[in-house]
Nanobody, 121 residues
């Protein structure tokens, strides 16, 4: 089994910054993708940013130029740094990983428990 544990988040003023971290642990053979999604009240969960094992990154248009995602493959961690935060960035942020585990199980997607980010105006 695989666990994703998130840290960071909280209440931030508009224009401020946040740093979210996520560590994956368990019977991990390899992780092809790690990323962050978010879900605001009444809205669908959406991709914020993701990084592929080869360091290729993908960002939502709404966060390009403000958020940066980075990954440490050796430590199975992913960090999301957000700057110039806006009230519309308020959401529950979820860590996501696409993982191949030991034992020949199919590749599966795992989620963290979510961390609240609230941006006040």
């Amino acid at each position: 089994q695989v666990q994703l544990v998130e840290s960071g988040g909280g209440l931030v003023q508009a224009g401020g910054s946040l740093r979210l971290s996520c560590v994956a642990s368990g019977s991990i053979f390899s992780i092809s993708v790690m990323g962050w999604y978010r879900q605001a009240p009444g809205k669908q969960r959406e991709l914020v940013a993701a990084v592929i094992s080869g360091a290729s990154t993908n960002y939502a248009d709404s966060v390009k130029g403000r958020f940066t995602i980075s990954r440490d493959n050796a430590k199975n961690t992913v960090v999301l740094q957000g700057n110039s935060l806006k009230p519309e960035d308020t959401a529950v942020y979820y860590c996501n990983a696409v993982v191949r585990t030991y034992g020949g199980s199919p590749i599966a997607t795992y989620w963290g428990q979510g961390t609240q980010v609230t941006v006040s105006s």
